[in-house]
Nanobody, 122 residues
């Protein structure tokens, strides 16, 4: 079992940057693909990015490619999402999640954090 906690959300202006960190507990963290998703009110979670267990593969949604970077540190059980050139449409609750497969679908992710709000003001 994996427990996940997201930190680092907040209010930022258009064009600004923000870093989200996912803190994970559990013995097998390094075996999981880790993903970031975001959700706006009334919608299902959207895929943002994911990273393979040993960091050799990353994937991004087209909407964030070139602006967001995902990374992980298996010695610290953390996953970061560095966000830059933020836009109002990036406003959402951001979640980290773990999966045993390299997947984009939220249904493929077994454990989720509670989420952290990111608001981009214009």
């Amino acid at each position: 079992q994996v427990q996940l906690v997201e930190i680092g959300g907040g209010l930022v202006q258009v064009g600004g940057s923000l870093r989200l960190t996912c803190l994970a507990s559990g013995r097998y963290f390094r075996r999981y693909t880790m993903g970031w998703f975001r959700r706006t009110p009334g919608k299902d979670p959207d895929f943002v990015a994911h990273i393979s267990p040993d960091s050799d593969f990353t994937d991004y949604a087209d909407s964030v490619k070139g602006r967001f970077t995902i990374s992980r540190d298996n010695t610290k059980n953390t996953v970061d999402l560095n966000m830059s050139s933020l836009k109002p449409e990036d406003t959402a609750v951001y979640y980290c999640a773990s999966s045993t497969t390299l997947a984009r679908k939220p249904q493929e992710y077994d454990y989720w954090g509670q989420g952290t709000q990111v608001t981009v003001s214009s």
